[in-house]
């Protein structure tokens, strides 16, 4: 079977039949005409540049016109069973029945060539993916089969030694993958971008697969199986998740245009065999426009698209022996497509790329009228094409935020129809930036402030960013009471515990996610969260998104909180954690352009356990550099390693459909690799468990633009100390996690301040982000026994320990006084934007009323000069200060 008529497995055209909509309107017998072939025709393939076809016929291959003209006959070949093209069309293969060789024609010029194989190699069939020409192929003495392949550049045969029956038929599966079948004993799904085939998945048994084809619309593989016709599709790569349907037509073949508006099926279940055009350009199931019925007695073959929106269809009459090729449709007129590559989302002042192709259109420098609309108006302007088709253009959003919406059209000619391209480019704001005027905002929780009779129900502050810094000029304080939110205020709601902020409805402001763990909804504190939406005004509480726990007890819902785009739609996702009752989960919610909705819930992995506390910290970043976001979950009670609480962390990584329920990667102090070791859990001798995963930061220390790993252990041994607290490092290997470079800092690593002490548990809590403006993210690290922090910053060549700095507020220029039990940086958050600073929260201070100090980032890094200092009690911040308020919580 040739590559062009890959998806003409009657298995796929069944397929495409189940999801045609009834037609309404159908324009019936458009007309056609007829190009004659030779008797033995068997198999064609398009030469869609030069509009002609190749066709074995007989022992030879003859090159045929759309007109019926025959441009070149290529005879005394050995019987041509299969024809194949080339990658990019520019060259035909053809294997030729028991012969150790193949024949390559040059599309263009029509030169052929012989390439030889091992005398006991004689293919059956091939097709091209991956960048090679594969074949599958019989021992020409034996008959037992293979597969192979051969470099187009080199004609380098390579045995990929795996062992097949004879007679199979190969197809593509998408980008770098094969689909390789046995009629009635097989079909298996091969990965072959690296050159040697890997298989993906695979399907057997006795009524098995006597179709099998990849359906480029949904990205699954159609297997007809039996001699009623029955069909499954499954999930492609692993050949999973069947879904059976039932045959209702024959379809013997089903072509897709080159623009991929439309399915051309060819249907021979009536007394006439006819062809339907389906327009799925609307998404499936599509609605068909034109029906063609053949003439009589004309037996369906195959058909395909010509790229000008014409269809071939061959067809052939038994009793007369004659073989025609149906040239269908508007002769004439092109069917021009614009393909562009543009990033659906990208960072705040940052300029991108977008490019593309007018493929099929009439050559030579074209005009594409360009219209932008985007938040400051409507914009028109022309793009040019180069002589092949391609153009690009870089736009500057400056300091505009939200979604940018390009349109590029190509206005047609009298041989070539009109095209369009629309797509949408977000403008990410600034995190915390709830107006997006370039400066960040801070909302900081108060999650045991006592509000009229509820106590510990809890509030949070908003406070504006400005050029200036952080003031308290319009300044507010909220709870569940405030008209807009949802809820009411109660005992133990503990509003405030965690925030995050995202554009969640990629409007081009960042939104607030706030947590209240301790609500009971049907459940004692099983948690919600409320989304508050920024606009040109700031945090907006009328039109809030509340989110609410599956009402198991003690569910604890929000007491984490982590906000990134997992599936790369320019819309943040809300990642919530939900440690307490059956060893934790945590719940995840998808942006939309309405607000989060639910996505999935991920649970620990394996059984779970009691005080796993899966989902106690959480953390978001590109590990891979792929442009979707992954999520890391510390679980620091995780007893997988050593049968006692040591903790881990699990790694889910971002794609297209968002988060899979299962990890990519768990890391442990018992990974292989990870420095390190897990320390024993002896609550008698007054060591704890080393809590592994209690904190999460993802961030590019390094400067790769892959993001890196950074996980505390406060519970850890240290050099004897019990519970003195280390903090692990993995960067990146571009794909995952790796453990080259990786580091364990403690106050035991030169350069960090202080001693190991019992208690010290350092790494209690970390922040990450860049207090130096090099464009690398630094670490803070909290010490809770010693009430301070170190900021460790980023190199080229990771985490430098060396040259961390010591900040505690006896730190020049940082206001207030050191006093045990504040907690100064218990809580921490760096801001990005125009006025970039580190919240040191200090939840302790005052009895435990809590404050919060901002410590700006100057042109030289970090600086105490103008820290400021916010506490409930300060002038101008709303609400009064009260014993066990534990403000200054982030």
């Known amino acids: 079977m040739s590559p062009r008529t890959h998806a003409t497995v009657s298995a796929l055209a069944l397929a495409t039949a189940l999801l045609i909509a009834p037609p309404a309107a159908v324009a019936e017998d458009p007309g056609y005409t007829a ?48 024809l194949a093209l080339g990658g990019d069309g520019s060259t035909v293969y053809v294997i030729e029945s028991d012969q150790a060789r193949v024949q390559v024609i040059d599309a263009a010029s029509l030169a052929i060539r012989q390439v030889g194989l091992p005398e006991s190699v004689c293919p059956d069939a091939g097709a091209f993916s991956g960048g090679r020409f594969w074949f599958g192929f019989h021992d020409c003495q034996s008959y037992a089969g293979g597969l192979g392949s051969l470099d187009p550049a080199t004609g380098a045969f390579v045995d990929s030694g795996l062992s097949l029956p004879t007679g199979v038929s190969l197809s593509p599966a998408g980008p770098g993958r094969l689909l390789v079948l046995a009629p009635y004993e097989k079909v298996a799904l091969y990965d072959v971008t690296g050159g040697t085939p ?20 949904t990205g699954q593989v159609a297997v007809r199986s039996g001699a009623a016709g029955s069909l499954t599709v499954y999930r492609a790569p692993g050949l999973s998740d069947p879904a059976p349907l039932s045959t209702v037509v024959e379809p013997w073949d089903v072509a897709v245009s080159p623009d991929g508006r439309h399915l051309a099926v060819y249907d021979g279940s009536g007394e006439r065999a006819a062809l339907s ?41 038994p009793a007369t022996a004659e073989v025609k090729l149906f040239v269908l449709g508007d002769a004439g007129t092109y069917l021009p497509s614009i393909e562009v590559t ?37 914009y028109r302007s022309t793009v040019t094409t180069a002589a092949d088709g391609t153009f690009a253009f870089r736009h500057d959003p400056g300091r505009l935020t939200g979604p940018i919406r390009f349109t590029l059209d190509y206005a047609g000619d009298a041989g070539h129809r009109p095209a369009t391209w629309t797509a949408t480019v977000t403008v990410r704001p600034v995190p915390w930036d709830f107006n997006a ?129 997992f599936d790369g739609d320019g819309r943040d996702d809300i990642a919530l954690g939900a440690p307490g009752t059956s060893g934790g989960g945590v719940e ?132 004897g100390v019990t519970d003195a607290g280390t903090v692990t490092i993995l960067y990146s290997d571009g794909s995952k996690l790796g453990t080259a470079g990786a580091a364990e800092i403690s106050q035991d690593t030169p350069g960090i301040v202080g001693l190991p002490g019992d208690n010290d548990f350092f790494g209690d809590n970390l922040a990450a982000g860049d207090s130096n403006g090099d464009g690398r993210a630094d670490l803070a690290v909290f010490s809770y026994g010693d009430e301070y922090l170190s900021v460790i910053p980023g190199t080229a060549t990771g985490l430098s320990s060396g040259a961390s700095v010591w900040w505690s507020q006896e730190t020049a220029g940082i206001p207030g006084s050191q006093e045990a039990g504040d907690k100064w940086g218990a809580s921490l958050r760096f801001l990005s934007g125009a006025k970039p600073a580190l919240l040191v929260g200090a939840p302790g201070e005052d009895d435990r009323q809590g404050a919060f100090t901002v410590v700006y980032i100057g042109s030289g890094g970090l600086t105490g000069t103008g820290a400021t200092y916010f506490g409930e009690d300060s002038p101008g911040v709303p609400g009064a200060a009260e014993n066990g308020d534990l403000f200054g919580t982030f």
């Open 35 to 82: 190009v004659a072939l030779p008797a033995d025709s068997s198999d064609f393939v398009l030469d869609a540049a030069r509009q002609r076809v190749f066709v074995a016929a007989g022992n030879s291959v003859a090159v045929v016109g759309l007109d019926g003209v025959v441009q070149r006959s290529f005879a005394e070949l050995a019987w041509p069973r299969s």
């Open 198 to 217: 890997v298989q993906k998945g695979e399907l057997t048994g006795e009524d098995c697969c006597d179709g099998a084809a990849y359906l480029p619309l």
């Open 277 to 317: 055009v389906v327009d799925v350009s609307g998404g499936l199931p599509g609605a068909e426009n034109r029906r063609y019925a053949m003439p009589d007695a004309v037996e369906p073959a195959r058909i395909a698209f010509t790229g000008d929106g014409r269809i071939l269809a061959l067809g052939g009459d």
């Open 342 to 378: 543009a990033p659906a989302a990208v960072e705040y002042k940052s300029a991108f790329d977008v490019s593309g192709t007018l493929k099929r259109g009439p050559g030579g420098a074209v005009p594409l009228a360009l219209t932008r609309v985007d938040g400051s108006g409507t």
């Open 437 to 565: 005027d370039g400066y960040a905002d801070v909302a900081v929780g108060t999650p045991d402030e006592d509000t009229g009779d509820a106590t510990d129900t809890g509030q949070f502050h908003v406070f504006a960013g400005t050029a200036s810094g952080v003031t308290v000029t319009g300044s507010r304080a909220l709870d569940q009471n405030t008209p807009g939110l949802d809820g009411s205020n109660e005992d133990g709601d503990m509003l405030g515990r965690a925030l995050a902020s995202g554009d969640f409805n990629g409007d081009g402001y960042a939104d607030l996610a706030v947590a209240a763990p301790g609500e009971s909804d049907g459940a004692a504190e099983s948690g919600m969260a409320e989304i508050l939406y920024g606009s040109a005004n700031g945090l907006a509480t009328m039109g809030s998104t509340s989110i609410w726990s599956r009402a198991a007890a003690r569910l604890t819902l929000g007491w984490s909180l982590a906000a990134g785009d």
């Open 588 to 719: 995840v919610y998808s942006g939309t352009p309405t607000g989060p909705v639910w996505k999935t819930w991920l649970r620990p992995v394996g059984d779970p356990v009691a005080g796993e506390r899966f989902g106690w910290s959480l953390a978001t970043g590109d590990i891979d550099g792929d442009h979707f976001d992954d999520l890391a979950v510390g679980a620091p009670g995780d007893t997988g390693d050593k049968g006692w609480s040591t903790g881990a962390v699990l790694v889910y990584k971002g794609g297209r459909n968002g988060l899979p329920v299962d990890p990519r990667q768990r890391i442990s102090k018992e990974t292989p690799g990870v420095p390190g070791t897990a320390g024993k859990y002896e609550p008698s001798t007054g060591d704890g468990a080393d809590e592994f995963g209690l904190e999460v930061a993802l961030a590019d220390f390094n400067g790769d633009g892959r993001d890196d790993l950074a996980a505390s252990a406060p519970g850890s041994l240290v050099s």
